[in-house]
């Protein structure tokens, strides 16, 4: 199951049923399977605060993955803050609801095992972006 949350900001506009569907599709596509999945959508300082007080970083960041996978099945919180997606698109030069889709799926990137942070990791992680994004184009 997939939720969706927010606090302090705006529920997106997003259609959670063809989301989730997607969501699916592409764990699947890395031989995983949905469990409990919750997104939370926030703001700034609330992604600062979570930031500081469960990985000790003083920064704003649009997501933050908490997984609780369990083998295959994929389970965890996602925190998505609003204001940086928002920030993002305009300094990519990109549409709002591309780079929020760009990081709702990078999450479950995440908890596929999928990593940015490490030399070369970036560019896989793009990659492996790209290819989601264009498999929610195709449904």
Do not use: Q
């Not at 003083?58 to 965890?76: K, M, P, Q, R």
């Amino acid at each position: 199951m997939i939720t969706y949350n927010a606090e302090g900001v705006k529920m997106p506009k997003i259609r959670k049923r063809d989301t989730s569907r997607w969501i699916k599709a592409v764990a699947a596509t890395y031989g995983r399977e949905i469990g409990e999945i919750g997104y939370m959508f926030v703001g700034d300082e609330k992604i600062l605060e979570i930031n500081n007080e469960y990985l000790g970083h003083d920064y704003y960041t649009d997501i933050i993955t908490f997984d609780y996978d369990e083998g295959n099945v994929l389970n965890g919180d996602l925190v998505i803050s609003l204001d940086t997606v928002r920030s993002n698109a305009e300094l990519f030069h990109k549409s709002y609801e591309d780079e929020l889709n760009r990081v709702i799926i990078h999450g479950i990137l995440h908890l596929c095992g999928i990593n940015d942070k490490g030399p070369g990791e970036r560019e896989i992680m793009e990659e492996n972006e790209n290819k989601a994004l264009a498999l929610l184009k195709e449904m």
